[in-house]
T-cell receptor
Framework: EAGVAQSPRYKIIEKRQSVAFWCNPI?????LYWYQQILGQGPKLLIQ????????DSQLPKDRFSAERLKGVDSTLKIQPAKLEDSAVYLC???????????????FGEGSRLTVL | DAKTTQPPSMDCAEGRAANLPCNHS???????VYWYRQIHSQGPQYIIH???NNETNEMASLIITEDRKSSTLILPHATLRDTAVYYC??????????FGKGTKLSVKP
């Protein structure tokens, strides 16, 4: 079974530039998550999709971050303009189901490492 | 905020059992406890989850106290490849995983 695919693996940009990350979840997984992981910390949820609808984006800095999941499959996460504090690994995860009673596991991609200079 | 507390780091000798504790004193009756681990430069990997009863799979065992306020993940025979950050997680209200800082386990030869 193919896992969660993410690209690019690494990206270096200067502050105020823009960047986009792409995620292809496991086939058939309805729920997709984007997490931000700053060095030395645990992953922090940015946004959660159920199919192509947003379930939770309360932690997404909407003045500079945006995400979409057109057609309920692939997703992109965009940052514009980037700040120094956006340097982090951006992790995409997917799961078969959604909701607090869903006991299904989350499958994570290897992440996209962003460095903002 | 994460609903769990874990020690920041632990050491374990190779071949010995690694016992990783977790406190989740505010857990509610229908919330599961999940364990994930993250090896350096990789995404988190699911290990095991449980509700009330102890659970075992090919990777680990999960022991949950009767009052469900704490649990212990057991790696029965730790290897160097088990060196990782281990996260104990209780899901958020939307069913999403809220990570804390986890426990950095170092398995030493």
């Amino acid at each position: 079974e193919a896992g969660v695919a993410q690209s690019p693996r690494y990206k270096i940009i200067e502050k105020r530039q823009s960047v986009a990350f792409w995620c292809n979840p496991i086939s058939g997984h309805a729920t997709l998550y984007w997490y931000q992981q700053i060095l030395g910390q645990g992953p922090k949820l940015l946004i959660q999709f159920q199919n192509n609808g947003v379930v939770d984006d309360s932690q997404l800095p909407k003045d500079r971050f945006s995400a979409e999941r057109l057609k309920g499959v692939d997703s992109t996460l965009k940052i514009q303009p980037a700040k120094l504090e956006d340097s982090a690994v951006y992790l995409c995860a997917s799961s078969l189901k959604q909701g607090p009673l869903n006991t299904g596991e989350l499958f994570f991609g290897e992440g996209s490492r962003l460095t903002v200079l | 905020d994460a609903k769990t507390t874990q020690p920041p780091s632990m050491d374990c000798a190779e071949g010995r059992a690694a016992n990783l504790p977790c406190n989740h004193s505010t857990i509610s009756g229908n919330e599961y406890v999940y364990w994930y681990r993250q090896i350096h430069s990789q995404g988190p990997q699911y290990i095991i989850h449980g509700l009330k009863n102890n659970e075992t799979n090919e990777m680990a065992s999960l022991i949950i106290t009767e009052d469900r306020k704490s649990s212990t993940l057991i790696l029965p025979h730790a290897t160097l490849r088990d060196t990782a950050v281990y996260y104990c997680i209780v899901k958020g209200s939307q069913g999403n995983l809220i990570f804390g800082k986890g426990t950095k386990l170092s398995v030493k030869p």
